[in-house]
């Protein structure tokens, strides 16, 4: 997800300085971040809202700070599906040809911020809930939602990125 977010923001710059599609300056490949993106950061928040439905069951009203912590969690998901869903929404609209491709750089630049801003600076803020009132690896085996179908589309989702722009996205050895 970080190595797309990063090809992600790469792209735009290259369409923003006017990139041909030679030179990975292409509507195409940010459309194929953005696709990758939806899948991936979805993903992670449907994960992430059944994780805070799993800790508000376990987590006594006295517990303030735990709930404290888990509620924000959940404004942070609320955030991230909001940012998504509009990123989804312009790369829809672009390629409808709704929009130009300038409306569809700036939604990719604004989820960018939000990513760099709120996402990139969480880590793990529900393990300490987590030790808590549940075994570590009991949550996380519950919460482990792979699966062979999740595993393959984002394989595809990833190997189209790496054709689209070899010079950004290097292919993974797997």
Known sequence: MIRVKDALARGVARLDAGGSADESGDPAFVSACVDYLEFIVGRFISQGLANVDRLNALIPATDAASL??????????????????????????????????????????????????????????????????????????????????????ERTLFHRLTVLAPDIVQSDPD
């Open 68 to 153: 404290g912590i888990v509620h924000d969690i959940e404004r942070t998901l609320a955030g991230t599906r909001q940012q998504l869903d509009r990123l989804v929404v312009a790369r829809e609209a672009a390629a409808s040809g709704a929009v130009d491709v300038e409306v569809l750089a700036a939604a990719c630049r604004t989820f960018l911020g939000f990513y760099d801003s709120t996402l990139a600076r969480r880590k793990d803020p529900a393990q300490a809930v987590v030790e808590k009132y549940i075994d570590p690896d009991t949550y996380w085996r519950e919460t482990n939602d792979v699966t062979d179908a999740s595993i393959e589309t």
